[in-house]
């Protein structure tokens, strides 16, 4: 690596916001150090990396140590979807907690800083709306969510004793729902679900009756702001919400999906899950004064970008079927 550029590594790397945020640091002259164990990232995310010479990918489960030098840490790996993280529920509060640990004795030992992907998630279901840093949230600790939302708020707590005790340079965003290309399609997601289901001409699963509320940030924004935060002088540790304040309901989101796909599918509706917040928004008011950062990409062109994306993967999946399928006819 040269000594000029930034070593920069992104766990979860290969994941649906890591893949974009090693994409963007790449573009802009840092070397990438990409780790990612692959539960839910695939190879596929960071397939075009590959080659780059400032690029590299090292298979790596966080649960464990890693003895690596880099400059800057984004501590991204964590499944972030209900369905995912809910399929191992232990291991998703490993990945938070002793993954934070391993991280933060990595920072700590090479004097590196290093940002957490907290989320929107330790405010549980909220009882202040929009949701600002000193809100301390309602969280259910014994639910299905407790896994994922209890996981990240120690690992918080973890990054707040590392900084107080050992002056570990920090930074935790707490992201809201982000979207965008390479959201995994099965990943139960809402913006994925509801857009899979439109191309594919299904019935668009509403959970509950649709009008619980949610506020949906395009990725490129996103990064944008984590790496903005990366960037803050030293006293500025966060927590920061990260989000765009643009608040919808479930049920308007599908009707959007539906206009935007031209689809025929009609709204069905599906049992509430557990726990599942019934408002959610951001305050951004610390993140537009500390870092003059907003969302600049509407819902409605993010939501474009996203189905023209879901688009092509359909129909290499289906070309790719018919391949096969006329290699087995002959
Ligand atoms: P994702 O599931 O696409 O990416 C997570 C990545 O972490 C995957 O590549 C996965 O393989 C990897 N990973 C999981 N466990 C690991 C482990 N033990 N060791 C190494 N790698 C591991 O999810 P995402 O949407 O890209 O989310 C990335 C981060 O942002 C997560 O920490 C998530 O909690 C946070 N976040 C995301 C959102 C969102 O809306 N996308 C919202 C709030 C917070
Ligand atoms: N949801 C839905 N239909 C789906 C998937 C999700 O109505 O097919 C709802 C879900 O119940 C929640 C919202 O959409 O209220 C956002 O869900 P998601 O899993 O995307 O993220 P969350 O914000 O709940 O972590």
Not at 11 to 32: M, Q
Request: glycine share 10%.
């Amino acid at each position: 690596m040269s000594l000029t550029r930034k070593r920069v590594m992104v766990t979860g790397g290969a994941g649906f916001l890591g893949s974009h945020l090693c994409e963007r640091l790449l573009r802009d002259g840092n070397d990438v150090l990409c780790v990612d164990n692959y539960f839910t990232g695939r190879k596929d995310n960071i397939a075009r990396l590959i080659g780059d010479p400032h690029f590299e990918a090292m298979r790596h489960d966080i649960t464990f140590p890693l003895y690596v030098e880099v400059d800057e840490i984004y501590n991204m790996a964590c499944p972030a979807s209900p369905v995912h993280y809910q399929y191992d529920p232990v291991q998703t509060t490993k990945t938070s907690v002793i993954g934070a640990i391993n991280m933060l004795g990595l920072a700590k030992r090479i004097g590196a800083k290093i940002l957490q992907a907290s989320t929107s998630e330790v405010y549980g279901d909220p009882t202040i709306h929009p949701q600002t840093e000193d809100y301390r949230g309602n969280v259910n600790p014994l639910g299905p969510r407790a896994c994922y939302d209890e996981g990240k708020r120690c690992a918080e707590t973890l990054f707040f004793d590392y900084h107080r005790q050992h002056r570990t340079r920090i930074k935790v965003a707490r992201i809201f729902n982000t979207y965008g290309p390479r959201m995994h399609p099965n990943d139960g997601r809402v913006v994925s679900n509801f857009i899979v289901q439109a191309l594919q001409g299904e019935d668009i699963t509403l959970y509950g009756d649709g009008s619980q509320t949610r506020a949906f940030c395009y990725v490129d924004d996103l990064v944008e702001g984590l790496m903005r935060l990366m960037a803050t002088e030293d006293v500025e540790t966060g927590p920061m919400n990260l989000g765009n304040p643009h608040e919808i309901t479930v049920r308007e989101l599908a009707e959007r999906v539906v206009r935007l796909t031209g689809a025929g599918s009609a709204l069905v509706q599906r049992e509430l899950p557990a726990d599942d917040p019934v408002q959610r928004c951001p305050d951004i008011g610390m993140a537009k004064r500390v870092l003059g950062w907003g969302p600049t990409i509407a819902l409605e062109d993010g939501l474009a970008r996203t189905v023209e994306y879901f688009r092509g993967m359909m129909a290499e999946r289906a070309a790719a079927l018919a391949t096969r399928e006329g290699v087995h006819a002959t």
